[in-house]
Structures are given as C-alpha cells and as structure tokens.
DNA sequence: GCAATAAGTCAGAAAAAAATGACTACGGAA
DNA sequence: TTCCGTAGTCATTTTTTTCTGACTTATTGC
C-alpha cells in the first residue's frame, strides 16, 4: 500500500461548520467571555475593544441560531437583555480549555 | 454583586489565534485529511473538490507556519513532496474529537 | 414632554479572503 | 529536446466579511 493509496478513504469534515461559527474577528472572544459570566449587549460593546455594533449584534445572532447563546429579557430595574450559554454551549468549554493547553 | 459587576473579571481569548488557524473555507478539510494520512499537493487538489492551487497553497503554508504540518520531500519515483502532521498537530486530534460529539 | 439608556437595524464603503488564469522550475521518459 | 508530472508563484478580479454613520423603538428619570 503506498501513502498515495493510503489516502482514498475520504469522508467529509464534520467540524467546519462549527469552526466556521467560532471563528471570524470577534467570536472566540465573544464566546469566551460568555463562559466567564451572563453578557448584556452594551457591556460587551466595551468590552470587546474596537467592534461595533452591526458586527456585534451579528455574532450574537449566529451563536442564537446555533443554540450555544440564548437570550433572556430581564425585568430589573433598567430593563434589559443578557445572553447566556445554552447546555451546548458549555459543553463546548472544555474543548476550549484543551485547545488552550495546546497553545 | 450584580450580574453587571461579574463581567468584570477581563482577559483576553488565547484560543482565538488557533481557531483562526483552523477556520477559513478549506483548512478544516484540509486538517481533517491531514489526520488520515500524509498528503500531496496535486492529491489534496483532487480531494478538496473546488480548491484552487492558490488557496491550498495558502492553507498548506499557514499550516506549516503553525507548525501544525511538516512537509517532507520523499525521493521516491516521481520525487514529490508529502505534508504530515507534527506532534502539535496530532495533539488536536482529540479536539477535533470532541467537537464531532457535540455537534 | 425631553433627554438618556439599552438594544438594536439599514445601506453603503472599506478591508480581507478566496478564485482565476498565466507563468515558473525541476526531474524523468521517449 | 520536447513533453509530462509535480509543486508551486504572481497579478488581478471576485466574493465575503467587517466597519461606518445615520436611524429606530422601547423604557425610564427628571
């Protein structure tokens, strides 16, 4: 068997699409600061040094579509809506943690 | 404390330099055969249906650069070039292992 | 009622990533 | 010496992503 031959059992790449939901200017980020607490929109406009908001509210948006955020309407005494990690989501904090060690 | 206050805690994404490594159109294919088997240029133009020269070319080097992949002449009939992964590279395969379970 | 805070949307511009097509360089076979 | 396979590079165009600035909607404080 060469090494030519040793490649043909293809088979399709299953992580791309949540690599490509990961990644990009902000995500990672995003992400990771959603792991460390529940996250408001203006907040993470300061925080997130340089973004703005059509940048940000996008992101949002894709980590909702994916399930791994979800956001909840608080009613305190401002008002207000904060983003949390759904279950999927933090079932992906410890492959963070890993890639980390890599690193 | 308010959930405010909790946010306060800043440090930076240290996974955002390898998932932008890994993110992009092709580079996860590319990864995923890389775990497979050693690879070739024209073998990887075939197998990654729709990939120009440029783009693998790009993807290879970054690789590389990340010390993720080593390319390795092989004096073998038709000389030719092989890229494996390196150690470094090969302690991702368990992340990539994960993140199939998740999603 | 008027301004401020909070959380956005929208259209267009700029920047970054990917694709195209032509070209290069080397070794081996005929 | 000419052609083929292998492995690319380079300049330019196209596509995708990100940024900018103006505008929106709802709630709250004065």
């Known amino acids: 068997m060469t090494t030519e031959n040793r490649e043909e059992k293809e088979e399709t790449c299953r992580v791309q699409g949540l690599l490509k939901l990961l990644s990009g200017k902000w995500k990672p980020e995003l992400f990771h600061l959603a792991t460390l607490a529940p996250l408001r929109f203006n907040s993470l406009m300061r925080r997130l040094k340089g973004i703005n908001k059509q940048s940000l ?8 579509d994916a399930e791994l955020l979800e956001k909840s309407v608080i009613s305190e005494k401002p008002l207000h809506i904060e983003y949390q990690l759904t279950e999927k989501g933090k ?12 690193m």
Chains 1, 2 share one sequence.
Request: aromatic content about 4%; overall charge negative; glycine content about 0%.
């Open 91 to 102: 079932s992906l904090i410890p492959v963070f943690q890993q890639l980390e060690k890599i």
């Open 57 to 64: 509210a996008t992101a949002l948006r894709e980590l909702e």
